[in-house]
């Protein structure tokens, strides 16, 4: 049996990070170097840790659950960011040569 096939480009992280790229398409350099600097504190850090170990307990409640549900969509949205972050970065230390 084949397994079904998920899009992904319309998840919500991923409209998100076309919003970030703006009309342009890219992000500036200066918009980037901030996304690689955004991250979890140490507080929220803690609590996914606390959140993972319950729910590998299966004693997470429902709250809890969806709860963890946007520690992980938060962190798939920063990925998304981060990476598109380091490739507008990439471009622009490395512009293409002209075609011509």
């Not at 084949?2 to 992280?13: E, F, G, K, M, Q």
């Not at 076309?18 to 609590?47: C, M, P, Q, Y």
């Not at 969806?66 to 507008?88: P, T």
Request: hydrophobic fraction near 40%.
């Amino acid at each position: 049996m084949a397994t079904p096939h998920i899009d992904t480009t319309n998840s919500t992280a991923a409209i998100f990070a076309r919003v970030w790229e703006g009309a342009s398409g890219n992000l500036s350099a200066t918009v980037a170097r901030h996304i690689l600097k955004l991250g979890f504190g140490s507080d929220d850090k803690r609590r996914m840790q606390e959140l993972l170990e319950r729910n590998r307990e299966a004693t997470l409640t429902a709250i809890e659950l969806e709860e963890l549900d946007n520690f992980v969509k938060v962190g798939d949205l920063l990925a998304i960011l981060q990476s598109k972050a380091r490739k507008a970065l990439k471009r622009s230390t490395h512009p293409r040569a002209a075609h011509g």
